[in-house]
């Protein structure tokens, strides 16, 4: 079996433990140019490589990547159409939810204009804000997945209500009063403090945060995305943030990435934008390669593996 290995993060150990426990033969590039013609030769992939590439994976049976989004994935032709491809869905919990966590906090004690003060060398706070704790707040979580929940247990522990919205509630979810279907997320709307988005790029959820919605919430709510950035349209939450629609924003991920530096939305003084950087950990490698090698068991079983397996019409 040839292992393509595409992922600088994987260290000498990481690459010993793969080769000890798979037995492949591993097909590691000595640099970008090589990749083009392994990919040609690889039966599985783990990592990632440039979408355009995969038409000649033509031997690939089932690739691996360590990344949650998978739409430029599956927006290119494959070399090979039954190819399985498999997420890092379970990898991004702990450390998404505490960025979660982080920008909600710095909301509620105005962390934001303190650290724009310090910049001036101002010791100062004459401004009415309205300062919060997330006691007995209501959370609405947006996508009550594996990031969902980690946030929702996080939470739980601050003294919050939490309200789950997913495509289909389980029934057995923890840390939340409710889960509701995704598309009755407009029977709740005006009822929460926060709203935390950690949905996945599917057709059903490009746009779906949009002026209509944002009109409904109260306006001291605060918005956290840390899913994908097509969920809320720009103008529609400039429009809510410059017009004292909704109280605030944190925005891990927007629409176009870099945001463009004549966005309108860098100004905002209610919006706390960090660069798509809040999957980052220094547990990534290690947590990705423990998926990789469950699967790895499950494909030499049964020909397929068995964790995170994406659906090409869902997306997910």
């Known amino acids: 079996m040839k292992l393509l290995l595409a992922w600088p993060q994987l260290n000498e150990a990481h690459v010993e433990t793969i080769q000890q426990e798979t037995g492949a033969v591993l097909l590691r590039p000595a640099d970008k140019d090589e990749l083009p013609e392994l990919v040609e030769h690889a039966e599985v992939i783990f ?3 440039k979408p355009e590439l995969l038409i000649r994976a033509v031997r690939c049976r089932w690739m691996q990547i360590p990344f949650a989004g998978v739409e430029k994935v599956l927006a290119v032709p494959w070399g090979n159409p039954d190819m399985f491809l498999t997420n890092g869905s379970g990898i991004f919990g702990p ?9 909600m906090l710095a909301f509620n004690r105005g962390l934001h204009i303190a650290r724009d003060y310090q910049h001036k060398r101002q010791w100062r706070w004459d401004e009415p804000y309205p300062f919060r704790e997330l006691t007995d707040s209501v959370v609405g979580i947006l996508g009550f997945g594996d990031i969902g929940q980690h946030v929702a247990q ?10 789950g919205f997913r495509t289909q ?16 997320v407009d029977n709740h709307l005006d009822k929460l403090d926060y709203v935390v988005c950690a949905l996945p790029h599917t057709n059903k959820t490009v746009g779906f945060l949009n002026r209509a919605r944002l009109a409904k ?25 410059s017009q004292g629609v909704i109280a605030g924003a944190g925005l891990d991920v927007l629409p176009e990435e870099p945001l463009p530096a004549d966005s309108r939305l860098w100004d905002l003084p209610n919006l706390i934008l960090s660069p798509h950087n809040s999957g980052y950990t220094p547990y990534h490698a290690d947590r990705a390669l423990e998926i990789f090698l469950d699967n790895w068991q499950s494909f030499i079983r049964v020909g397929r593996p068995h964790r995170n397996v994406i659906d090409p019409e869902k997306w997910y």
């Open 95 to 103: 450390n998404i939810a505490e960025h979660v966590i982080g920008m």
């Open 47 to 49: 990592g990632y490589i």
């Open 169 to 184: 509630p389980r029934g057995d979810e923890q840390y939340v009063e409710a889960v509701y279907r995704l598309d009755e």
């Open 217 to 241: 919430m109260p306006k001291h709510a605060v918005v956290i995305n840390v899913g994908r950035g097509s969920l809320i349209p720009e103008e529609d939450l400039y429009e809510a943030l």
């Open 154 to 163: 996080r939470l739980a522990a601050f003294g919050c209500r939490i309200i």
